[in-house]
């Protein structure tokens, strides 16, 4: 798992279909921890598709620098390649990608294999929604309800992210807070309350902050 504060992945598993000239091209796509669990989709896919003609794969593991790929019998650099191509132009991390490929009978050459590969490669990182996470401190924020409007505001206007809002005797807004934010958006809202609201830190965790659309 990646130890940055702010990276590019995949937020789910998916699985798109490419045919090209009668050939199916399956990609499966799966966010992965370690190289661990990206050797065990591997191996899952592998034996899923044990009867297609080349099942090709890379894999980007942020911890360590770790990356892999294989043209898994078709002409050198053709699959493999073109696939891993494809998730550092997304410029994303914890990933492994499949591609299942069943021959339909038709010579694609090796332009049409790099080309092919790549494009299903591409679309199943976006069936799997790229995502931009983000390490952030999460923050509990509780005033009484004369300042439950003010401070509704000033979370939609600021762009705080709203994980929840408990309604109790008093109101307790959890946002997430980039790390290296956190500090300012507590004395903002303290500022704002004149002091009135009790603001903690209760976790820290990664939060997919941002959708990337394609």
């Not at 004395?187 to 990664?206: H, P």
């Given at each position: ?83 891993l191509d494809a998730i550092r132009k997304q410029e994303i991390v914890d990933v492994v990608v499949v591609v299942t490929r069943y021959f339909g009978g038709t010579l ?32 509990s924020v509780k005033v009484d309800y004369t300042l439950l409007g003010k401070l509704q505001h000033e979370i939609a206007t600021n762009g705080y992210m709203l994980e ?51």
């Open positions: 798992m990646s130890k940055k504060d702010v990276y590019k992945t995949v937020k789910e598993q998916s699985q798109s279909l490419l045919i090209e000239k009668k050939s199916k091209f399956i990609a499966n796509v799966k966010p992965v921890d370690n190289e661990e669990d990206a050797i065990a989709f591997l191996n899952e896919m592998r034996s899923k598709y044990s009867d297609a003609t080349h099942n090709v794969y890379a894999y980007v593991i942020d911890e360590n620098n770790i990356f892999r790929y294989s043209d898994d019998g078709e002409p050198s650099g053709t699959a493999g390649m073109p696939v694609l050459g090796t332009g049409g294999l790099v080309h092919t590969y790549g494009a299903s490669a591409k679309q199943g990182l976006i069936a799997s929604k790229i995502v931009k996470r983000q390490l952030c401190d999460i923050v929840d809002t408990i309604y109790e005797d008093e109101v307790t807004f959890i946002i997430s807070c980039p790390i290296d934010t956190t500090e300012r958006v507590i004395a903002d809202i303290t500022n704002m309350t004149n002091a009135r609201a009790a603001c903690e830190k209760i976790d820290r965790k990664y939060v997919d902050a941002e959708a990337i659309e394609e």
